[in-house]
């Protein structure tokens, strides 16, 4: 590999900010481990009350974050793309610091909505690497992009269950706190951006309403949108239920909590791996294609789960599962920036993050209750068929038209 002076600024950009989302996921999901235990130990919060809790706060943080991401998503087309993601990326890591020193969990909810209002990284990442890189190696970016995200998402908790036992639960939110204030410095002095002012500000400016209705005048995009809704929606569903699924497919309670641990990660370590992959082999046969077949792929192994009758099975199906998610939200990502309208990337990339929150948030919510009717292994099946359908909706929207530009 060159020497990091050598490289363009695309790729310096690139790598900082595939680290800095590493660090911002990680960060976000360590507490997920201790989280009840915080509220049980630290709160005070009692008896049937902490899984109540525990359910509204962590939920709290999409459902700030899915109101508020096309706002940051229209600012940045305005001011740019840079400056959305250092109000971020500072703005988390005082926040996050802040949990650290709540007393009631009124003031910790308080502050995870504060942090969703707040929160707009990822987008704002994913929109400034794809402003930056060239046409040809843009489905390698997205695919790069993608497996930071799911790094950090999947060592986050393994990470944050190690220091819990090692330094207790309020140091962690300091921890957190510190690694988002690196990324963001990183950003700061790191990042470059070729973003012109005048011009932006020299456009007419709109309602975030009236940006939704205009975005959503080309036809493709409310399909892309629904892909990452169903991604999260698939992916999130099952996990409150996947430990209850593991010990019943295990027969015994014995290291059910290491069983269920590989199961929920080995889908992120086969997606991490299959984004790069996928994404560079985008660049030669084209978004659409690879989108396509992820779409199928991910919907046919998503419904064996309900079919399997051992944990290797099921870890088995789950890693398959992940090889053709990691196609998704990188070829979902590429194909948003092709449609766009330009001078809009920003605002498409922040309803895209409001999807995705929205996902997190319905799988977490409606999940759950639907699986009181239908069981976790109807929610494979559902899911399952939501992609398929899914996939005939895209497939056909994709092809309807000539896509506006093919990147820049």
């Known amino acids: 590999m060159k020497k990091w002076k050598s490289w363009d600024p695309w790729q310096i950009n690139l790598y900082v900010l595939w680290f800095g989302q590493f660090l911002v996921n990680a960060g976000m999901t360590m507490i997920t481990p201790f989280l009840s235990l915080y509220l049980a130990k630290d709160l005070g919060v009692q008896g049937d009350a902490v899984g109540i809790w525990a359910g509204i706060i962590f939920s709290a943080n999409f459902m700030t974050s899915f109101l508020f991401q096309p706002l940051w998503g229209s600012l940045s087309d305005k001011y740019g793309r840079k400056i959305m993601l250092l109000r971020s990326g500072f703005g988390m890591a005082i926040v996050i610091t802040m949990m650290g020193f709540a007393q009631t969990p009124w003031q910790l909810l308080l502050l995870r909505l504060l942090n969703g209002t707040i929160s707009g990284f990822n987008p704002a990442s994913i929109s400034l690497v ?43 939110f300091y921890v957190i706190g510190l690694l988002l204030f690196i990324a963001s410095l990183l950003a700061l002095f790191l990042v470059k951006e070729n973003f012109n002012r005048e011009e932006a500000a020299h456009k007419p400016q709109v309602s975030t309403f009236e940006g939704l209705k205009d975005l959503i005048k080309v036809p493709q995009l409310p399909a892309l949108f629904a892909v990452t809704f169903l991604i999260q929606f698939a992916m999130i569903s099952p996990m409150a239920l996947l430990p209850l699924y593991v010990e019943r497919l295990h027969g015994t309670a014995v290291n059910i909590a ?12 086969s997606n991490m791996i299959a984004s790069p ?3 560079k082999l985008s660049d030669k046969v084209g978004a659409h294609r690879i989108l396509t077949y992820a779409l199928i792929g991910a919907s046919l192994f998503l419904i064996p789960q309900a079919l399997v009758e051992s944990v290797w099975q099921l870890i088995l199906v789950r890693f398959l599962m992940g090889v053709f998610m990691g196609g998704l939200l990188p070829s979902v990502n590429a194909l948003i920036r092709s449609y766009t309208p330009d001078g809009k990337e920003s605002r498409a990339f922040g309803f895209n993050s409001s999807t995705l929150a929205l996902g997190n948030m319905a799988g977490s919510l409606i999940g759950g209750f639907m699986a009181g009717y239908i069981g976790i292994e109807g929610l494979f099946i559902v899911s399952g068929c939501m992609l398929l359908l899914n996939t005939v909706w895209v497939r056909f929207m994709l092809y309807k038209a000539t896509p506006i530009r093919l990147f820049r």
Not at 145 to 171: E, H, K, Y
Request: charged letters at 5%.
């Open 130 to 172: 794809s402003g930056t890189t060239p046409k040809h190696r843009m489905g390698f970016a997205m695919g790069l992009m993608q497996s930071g995200s799911v790094a950090g998402t999947i060592l986050g908790p393994l990470i944050g269950g190690l220091l819990a036992d090692w330094i207790g639960f309020r140091p962690i």
């Open 258 to 269: 290491f069983w269920a641990g590989v199961v929920s990660a080995v889908t992120g370590v």
């Open 277 to 279: 992959v996928l994404g």
